[in-house]
């Protein structure tokens, strides 16, 4: 079983930063799979943020396209989410998740995603 743990999440105020981790539990869970970011603010569905293939190909959503940064260590089975710029529409829980099926094709939709973290919560002050 696959377990994806966040963290990072706080409060800043707009214009701040934060970076967002997410380790998986078991060694090589992250293996060959692609990896995304999701969030969520009350009473919004869960939506794309970014995404990472096991070979670093990047794909943002267009409201946080040139803010954030998608990053991964493949050795030391991790995910970041580099988040500057941020606004107060960015305030949601940020979520992990693994696709479900291995290979090198990007999804942004979260039907695609078979695993997920806990999610950490991310607070903008303007």
């Known amino acids: 079983q696959v377990q994806l743990v966040e963290s990072g999440g706080g409060s800043v105020q707009a214009g701040g930063s934060l970076r967002l981790s997410c380790a998986a539990s078991?060694?090589?869970?992250?293996?060959?799979?692609?990896m995304g970011w999701f969030r969520q603010a009350p009473g919004k569905t869960r939506e794309f943020v970014a995404a990472?293939?096991?070979?670093?190909?990047?794909d943002y959503a267009d409201s946080v396209k040139s803010r954030f940064t998608i990053s991964r260590d493949n050795a030391a089975n991790t995910v970041w989410l580099q988040m500057s710029s941020l606004k107060p529409e960015d305030a949601a829980t940020y979520y992990c998740?693994?696709?479900?099926?291995?290979?090198?094709?990007?999804?942004?939709?979260?039907?695609?995603?078979?695993?997920w973290g806990q999610g950490t919560q991310v607070t903008v002050s303007s």
């Open positions: 998740a693994r696709k479900t099926m291995i290979g090198t094709v990007i999804s942004r939709s979260r039907y695609e995603y078979g695993y």
């Open positions: 078991t060694r090589r869970a992250l293996d060959g799979y692609t």
């Open positions: 990472i293939t096991w070979g670093g190909i990047a």
